[in-house]
């Protein structure tokens, strides 16, 4: 509901910049990280808003980041494509298809290395599948045992090319066997099916077996971008709008009678107070000085 929330906010401002929205897939980014646990890190491809947010950014310092603001985590310069913050265990946003699965790769090892039982975790679209950095990393990961979830948000379209006209593998996960990697395929629009799985898979990294991968198959509300024109009728999107995994939530909850009317109101009040705080917080801080431009350039 967070992440919902705040791509709405973010949205409806003059000063949104490109944005990738996750709109329809945000039990992809909850369900991963509700199996992190202190020391876990994860990564994320552009689409990086969800991912954040869900491994516990706080709100008002990413939307400072996307504005371009001193007090986001890398002071306005990362932006939604390079947003980073390992120590609170994101270890960061890479806007290039396909560039964070070597990186966390990389992150693996040094998990593996420092022997305290974390384990890297990495989301990435689709079209990454087509890559040939996601069959390196399988190699690598599964000669060195590294503690690795890759875990692969399908939301069946590389901007607007389907996934069948870019990658020959059906379901996506099956890339994984050649390596012997275990792989399973979810509903990734059912945060209950991606809780399970990725808890499964990180248990299984955590305990020295190696990597897994895993196929998350959720469809996006919205176009690819902020500036991209949408290629679906408005038929698919109503269809897609009716899977909704939040909704699809609240409506096992309040069956089940782990949550109450009252209660889902409580938390909808909360998130957008939530927001109301990140914006304010956003807005307050300056922008960072002319002279900070060159900063880290290496």
């Known amino acids: ?5 705040f791509e709405a906010r973010l949205m409806a401002r003059p000063d949104h910049g490109f944005q990738l929205y996750s709109s329809g897939e945000e039990a992809v980014a909850a369900g991963v990280a509700s199996a992190m646990r202190p020391g876990d890190q994860l990564l994320s491809g552009g689409r990086s808003i969800g991912p954040a947010l869900a491994s516990g950014l706080d709100s008002g310092a990413v939307l400072a980041e996307l504005l371009g603001k001193a007090a986001g985590p890398n002071r306005g310069r990362a932006g939604r494509g390079h947003l980073s913050c390992p120590e609170s265990g994101f270890f960061g946003a890479h806007a290039v298809v396909a560039g964070n699965l070597t990186i966390a790769a990389g992150v693996a090892l040094a998990c593996k290395q420092a022997g305290e039982g974390a384990i890297a975790l990495s989301i990435f679209g689709d079209g990454a599948c087509g890559a040939g950095a996601l069959h390196e990393t399988l190699n690598v990961a599964a000669l060195w045992k590294l503690p690795l979830v890759l875990v692969c948000g399908n939301n069946g379209l590389s901007i607007s090319t389907p996934v069948s006209q870019g990658v020959a593998a059906e379901p996506l996960s099956r890339l994984a066997e050649p390596f012997g990697i275990p792989h399973a395929s979810v509903d990734g629009m059912d945060v209950g ?106």
């Open 193 to 298: 099916a991606v809780m399970e799985a990725a808890g499964k898979f990180a248990a299984h990294a955590r305990g020295g077996k190696g990597p897994a991968l895993l196929e998350c198959r959720a469809e996006r509300f919205m176009s690819h971008s902020s500036a991209t024109r949408e290629t679906r009728s408005d038929d698919e999107i109503e269809e897609i709008r009716a899977r909704c995994p939040i909704v699809r939530l609240s409506r096992e909850l309040l069956r089940a009678a782990e949550l109450d009317e009252a209660g889902f109101s409580a938390l909808q009040r909360d998130v957008e107070a939530e927001v109301d705080r990140a914006v304010a917080f956003a807005e307050a801080s300056p922008f960072p000085p002319v002279g900070e431009a060159l900063s880290d350039v290496g």
């Open 1 to 5: 509901m967070l992440i919902r929330s």
